[in-house]
């Protein structure tokens, strides 16, 4: 049996929008149970969730209604000390945005939570940024870089973490095929060697059928695939 706080949970998770012009639903009754050492990818069309799902998976975003379980904690009920604090030491997200800090260059955006959570490793952060080929852009401010090498960078940052909990949210968006294959392996690879949890939200259907276990939301309701 896998350590109960090596796990996530989603139960009876939903979630609605309100706008002057009424309510929007987007996903109702969802119930998941994340594992760890266990990869999952989260499909479906653009516009039904995706994102927002993972976002309360994460602890980044409260539910309408329904409870959010890190092990067995009901992270919704801690105090927001307490939030952040199994955030920043459980917890790592690829934004699907970047999210780089403007004023810092490449490395220190590598290395930010790693020196935060008191995870810094030098030898194995080092080795991400040699396999993501980001040693000549060390120095270079995010402005300066392109996107696809802020969403390495990116990457790196959230792999320099050694997280328990790895969410992405199309990490491979703006990387071409090489190093889409290049960061999947990746992130698998720290999966089964690190026993991490990794969600994966994705469009590509070929990314999800690398993954142990997919997660199609459609219709409010999230089924496996």
């Known amino acids: 049996m896998k350590p109960m706080h090596d796990q996530i949970k989603l139960k009876n998770i939903s979630k609605s929008f309100y706008t002057n012009s009424g309510s929007t639903e987007l996903f109702n009754d969802v119930n998941i149970n994340f594992c760890s050492s ?32 890190f092990g067995e904690k009901n992270f919704w009920s801690l105090r927001a000390s307490n939030q952040s604090l199994l955030r920043l030491n459980e917890t790592a997200i690829i934004f699907q945005q970047y999210n780089l800090i403007p004023c810092l260059n490449a ?28 040693g000549r852009l060390l120095e270079e401010w995010p402005e300066n870089l392109s996107g696809g090498e802020q969403q390495r960078v990116a990457i790196a940052r959230a792999l320099a973490a050694q997280p328990k909990i790895l969410f992405a949210d199309e990490p491979t968006g703006s990387l071409d095929e090489k190093n889409s ?3 999947l392996n990746m992130l698998l ?9 990794l969600v994966v939200v ?24």
Do not use: M, W
């Open 38 to 69: 266990t990869s999952y990818a989260i499909i479906g069309e653009s516009g039904v969730g995706k994102s927002t799902l993972l976002h309360i998976a994460s602890g980044l975003e409260s539910p309408t209604s329904g409870e959010v379980f």
């Open 189 to 197: 690879n720290i999966n089964k060697k690190y026993n991490t949890i």
């Open 107 to 134: 490395k220190e955006n590598i290395e930010f939570q790693s020196r935060i959570n008191n995870k810094h490793d030098s030898d194995y952060i080092s080795a991400i940024i040699q396999d993501l080929q980001l």
């Open 181 to 183: 294959k290049l960061v």
């Open 202 to 225: 994705t469009h590509s259907l070929a990314i999800a059928s690398k993954l142990e276990v997919c997660l199609e939301l459609k219709s409010k309701k999230v089924s496996t695939k």
